[in-house]
């Protein structure tokens, strides 16, 4: 993208230098975790659609957006429990005609790509949990299968 820098080990240097010579006033953006991949982001929903297709959720099949954010607010429970609460999870709000409630939560297209490994793995765990049957080759963490072994 035009005007950024992806930082590594041969632009760090000129980011700081960049920094330090910095007129007063000019306005930082300081770096940030690069959004999650086109491969992270088909193999997210790929898992989601799996699941919608297979799990009941209280009692009925849902669509596959009634399932993302009830695992994606799980994660985030998980998450929170950890001390490494999501940004944005877990509020409300009064809705606007003051008849009912607004229930806001983790918006999955903010996450890097980082959390959006965990998540992935998260899925798996869950899948596994659930028996659900992956359309694409999965290849199941170690460290789940020897928590499931133990």
Known sequence: ?????????????MCLDMVATAQEGWVF????EPKRSDDQNARFHAMLG?????????????D????????????ARVKADM???LPGHGYTLPSLDGRGV???GVQTRSLGKSITSELIEYLFAWGAENNVRWSERVD???WYREGVSA
């Open 1 to 13: 993208m035009a005007g950024q820098i992806r930082i590594n080990q041969h632009t760090r240097r």
């Open 29 to 32: 953006t300081p770096p940030k």
């Open 50 to 62: 799996d699941i919608s297709k297979q799990v009941p959720f209280f009692g009925q099949k849902r």
């Open 64 to 75: 596959l957006e009634t399932v993302k954010r009830l695992l994606v607010d799980a994660f």
């Open 83 to 85: 001390g490494e609460p």
């Open 102 to 104: 607004v229930q806001l």
């Open 140 to 142: 199941v963490p170690e």
